[in-house]
């Protein structure tokens, strides 16, 4: 037995029997439930990469998969990665219960699942870049049903995506031609340009950031959100992969300094956006945006720290999306749908609206909750290199925020014939209440994160030098 037949191979046959039974809603949710939380559990307990012994047997569990003479990893450095993975996806297929989500979404969710951690694992490389699309391919159908017209952007989600694919496998093939002699600047460049172009389009980075804040609007945001923070959070783990098998590209000074800029101009432009919009799905998108260019900034920097950051960042960015997501469905379900393109449905405050803006202050990096700790050493970490970035970040970060504070008036804006709180504790889904207390967690024992964060960065010592 090895690690990826565990958690790779397994799922996607589970992913194909869910799809046969999809029809029957409460055993596709309750066995994909069931079986991402015995994932996470193995991940936890079982010796990745060593030997399982139960009494008088023993079973080796190899960390190496061979398909085709291509290798699938699975380490026990990357055992917290498993965790948060299956652990968040089987938080949101049970809050799927609470939702009406497309019979398509478990199956393919859970291939979207097995598939982008096999892109993470596989090696070489260049076949990151196929398993990717693939995963893109296989969610379609759950965003957008068969028998619908699909979005606009769905269709722009779609194109971008799969045009990065050629862009991520020319550049990569002419890097490796100049792995031996990375001096030469003027000739590298253009493959750097090609790569760089083929993730900026993967992680949804500005200029080509506009479907993330189109998805969860035209779509139902349940299933967008969790595409989104799936496919988004892989591709930054492939990028941190592929810095980390080629680490003098992150010598070059006008590497580091674009990624830099351009993360700054996601947070100015996630924060401007933010405070003109009237739309709470638009939201969805811009706090990832001002979250990914957090998560760029974390990469550029010169600090040994820099993929510590990184992934310390990922738990506050899982839990703020699914309580954004899991309140955005929750006003689309309770007849609020008419005006589901204003702050409307705010009003008055209830468990779903407590449930949006502790998300959405989380991933705007509010003190005391999940972001703001790991924030804030990323910004100390950056005013040591340049004051006016700095002054740029909190800039982008204080509209957004500033933004926060008009949603928390709206909603406290008292009504005649409503009354805040009106049902108690009668429509308050238990996921919401222990998302809430977990970011509140994570933001007072931010030291919780440090030790999973430093067992993932093993699997980028190149990036820790």
Known sequence: MSTPWLWIVFPLILAIILWVLRQYRQLTLGLSVGFCIILALAATALPLGGTLRLGNWSFELNPILTILGRQLRLTSSDRPLLILIYGASAWWFLGAMRHHTSPFFIPHALASVALLIAAFAVEPFIYTAPLLALAVLV?????????????PAILRFLTLQILAVPLILIGGWLLSQYENIPQQTESVLPAILLVATGFALWLTIFPFHTWAVMLPQDNPPYEAGFFLVLITTSGFLVFLDFLNSTPWIRNLMVFTTSLQLVGIIM??????????????????????????????????????????????????????TFLLTQSLDSFRNLAKAPSMFSLEPLKPMSWASLGFLTGYFSLGGLPLLASFPVRQEILFNLAQQSLPAVMGVLLGNVLFLIN??????????????????????????????ISIVGILALGLFPASLLSPALQVAQSFINLAR
Do not use: K
């Open 139 to 151: 969610a379609i159908p759950a965003l957008s049903p068969p028998h619908q017209t699909p979005s």
């Open 267 to 320: 947070i100015l432009y996630a924060g401007l956006g933010a405070l003109s919009t009237a739309n709470l799905n638009r939201l969805l998108g811009y706090s990832l945006m001002l979250d990914s260019g957090f998560a760029l900034i974390a990469i550029a920097l010169g600090s040994a720290q820099r993929v510590t950051y990184f992934l310390e960042l990922l738990p506050g960015r899982v839990l703020g």
């Open 404 to 433: 926060g504070i008009r949603l928390i008036s709206y909603t406290l804006e008292s009504t005649p014939e409503t009354t805040p709180f009106a049902n108690g504790f009668r429509t308050v889904s238990p996921l919401t209440l």
